[in-house]
C-alpha cells in the first residue's frame, strides 16, 4: 500500500523508481558545470538514462453564463515547451523529482527514457530538450544531438573523438 508521503514514481517501464538522479547523469553534469567534462560526456550519461518530462494542466475550455461570469472549466493534461528569443522550442526534461519541482512543484513527473523524450520533442516540432531547467545543472541537448537520441544512437569513442552509432 502506498502512503502520501512515498515519493516512488509508479510506472511500468521503471519499477522501483525513487525520482532520484542517475548517478552517472547527475556526476557528469556536476564534472560538466565545473569545467571538468565536456558536452559529450553528458550526452553518453543521458542514452541511457530516465528523465522526467513534466506534465501541466491548461486550461482548454470556459463556459459563461448570461451574466458573464465563468460557469463551466475543462483542462487538459500537456507537456512543456519553452520558446526561445530566437524562436526555437525546447521540451522540458528533468533529472530527477527534486529538479522537477524546483521548477514547479504541481507538476506531474512522466518518467521516460530519453530517447522517448526526444522522440516526444520532435514529434512537438521542439529543437532542444532543456534538462533541469531550474538547476542543480542546467543542460540543453541541441537538435543535432536530440535528432540522434530520438533515433537511437549511442555514443561510441572512434580513434580520438566521440561518434554517433547507428542501432543494430
Known amino acids: 500500500m502506498s502512503r502520501p508521503d512515498d515519493k516512488r514514481l509508479l510506472g511500468p517501464g521503471f519499477p522501483g523508481d ?6 552517472a547523469v547527475a ?4 564534472e560538466y558545470a565545473a569545467g571538468r567534462a565536456p558536452y559529450v ?3 553518453a550519461a543521458l542514452c541511457s538514462a530516465r528523465v522526467l518530462v513534466p506534465v501541466v ?13 465563468a460557469r463551466d472549466k ?5 507537456t512543456v515547451l519553452l520558446t526561445g528569443a530566437d524562436g526555437r522550442q525546447g521540451l522540458l526534461a528533468f533529472t530527477s523529482l527534486d529538479a522537477l519541482q524546483t521548477w514547479q512543484s504541481d507538476a506531474r513527473p512522466v518518467p521516460v527514457k530519453v ?9 512537438d516540432g521542439a529543437t532542444a530538450l532543456l534538462v533541469d531547467l531550474a538547476g542543480p545543472v542546467p543542460f540543453v541537448v541541441e537538435e543535432a544531438d536530440l535528432r540522434a537520441l530520438a533515433a537511437g544512437y549511442t555514443l561510441a569513442q572512434v580513434g580520438g573523438s566521440t561518434a554517433w552509432v547507428a542501432p543494430a
Do not use: K, Q
Not at 27 to 30: S, V
Not at 115 to 123: Q, S, T, V
Open 18 to 23: 525513487t525520482g532520484a538522479a542517475d548517478p
Open 74 to 78: 475543462s483542462a487538459d493534461m500537456a
Open 57 to 69: 494542466a491548461v486550461l482548454s475550455e470556459v463556459e459563461y453564463d448570461d451574466a458573464g461570469l
Open 115 to 123: 530517447r522517448d523524450a526526444a522522440e516526444a520533442a520532435l514529434h
Open 27 to 30: 556526476e557528469a553534469l556536476t
Open 41 to 43: 560526456a553528458v550526452l
